[in-house]
């Protein structure tokens, strides 16, 4: 895993899991993309290795309040923060058991509840790529002025959990998939 944020730079995430891929652990990835990233200083970036370990780095550039937090085989970082705690707190929400994805939206709503983003938050998302290597879960909610973006994340995922295994078959194999009950379905 890999992300990038701040006044981001969207190559320097997959540079990172090149990297990864390449063999290099998550500390060396991060030092090599460091030393070479133009603007580094705007940059927030944080990796996992496959072996769960963690590597970050925060230019001195960083808007606003920010904050960065590890745990086993877990990173999360943030900036324009209400508090540099609230990545601790997603850290804490993820927990060490349970579905991955479960836990992923346990950590928003625990960062959202320990002070979240400074401002108003508008939008949420959650992306989880798995031993295929395309995304099996993608939900989003990109914009809202009304309601809580991370709960309709949250509900989406609710309704997608279940039936994931059946997309990811299907993907792989539609002849042994679920069938959808529509008109068509052979």
Same mark, same amino acid.
């Given at each position: 895993?890999?992300?990038?944020?701040?006044?981001?730079?969207?190559?320097?995430?997959?540079?990172?899991?090149?990297?990864?891929?390449? &063999?290099?652990?998550?500390?060396?990835?991060?030092?090599?993309?460091?030393?070479?990233?133009?603007?580094?200083?705007? $940059?927030?970036?944080?990796?996992?290795?496959?072996?769960?370990?963690?590597?970050?780095?925060?230019?001195?550039?960083?808007?606003?309040?920010? &904050?960065?937090?590890?745990?086993?085989?877990?990173?999360? &970082?943030?900036?324009?923060?209400?508090?540099?705690?609230?990545?601790?707190?997603?850290?804490?929400?993820?927990?060490?058991?349970?579905?991955?994805?479960?836990?992923?939206?346990?950590?928003?709503?625990? &960062?959202?509840?320990?002070?979240?983003?400074?401002?108003?938050?508008?939008?949420?998302?959650?992306?989880?790529?798995?031993?295929?290597?395309?995304?099996?879960?993608?939900?989003?909610?990109?914009?809202?002025?009304?309601?809580?973006?991370?709960?309709?994340?949250?509900?989406?995922?609710?309704?997608?959990?279940?039936?994931?295994?059946?997309?990811?078959?299907?993907?792989?194999?539609? $002849?042994?998939?679920?069938?959808?009950?529509?008109?068509?379905?052979?």
């Amino acid at each position: 895993m890999a992300a990038t944020q701040n006044i981001t730079d969207p190559t320097l995430g997959p540079r990172l899991l090149d990297l990864l891929a390449q &063999g290099l652990n998550a500390e060396a990835a991060m030092a090599q993309v460091v030393a070479t990233a133009p603007h580094i200083d705007y $940059r927030q970036l944080m990796v996992v290795d496959a072996q769960g370990r963690t590597a970050l780095h925060s230019g001195t550039r960083i808007l606003g309040v920010w &904050g960065t937090a590890t745990g086993a085989g877990v990173v999360a &970082g943030g900036n324009m923060l209400a508090s540099p705690d609230v990545p601790a707190a997603m850290i804490a929400g993820f927990g060490t058991q349970g579905n991955l994805g479960d836990r992923l939206i346990a950590a928003l709503i625990a &960062g959202r509840d320990a002070g979240g983003e400074a401002g108003p938050v508008h939008s949420a998302g959650l992306l989880m790529v798995g031993a295929p290597t395309w995304p099996i879960a993608e939900l989003r909610c990109d914009w809202t002025d009304d309601a809580d973006p991370i709960a309709a994340v949250a509900r989406a995922w609710k309704v997608y959990a279940p039936q994931m295994p059946a997309y990811i078959q299907r993907a792989h194999d539609p $002849r042994e998939a679920p069938k959808y009950g529509v008109p068509g379905d052979a």
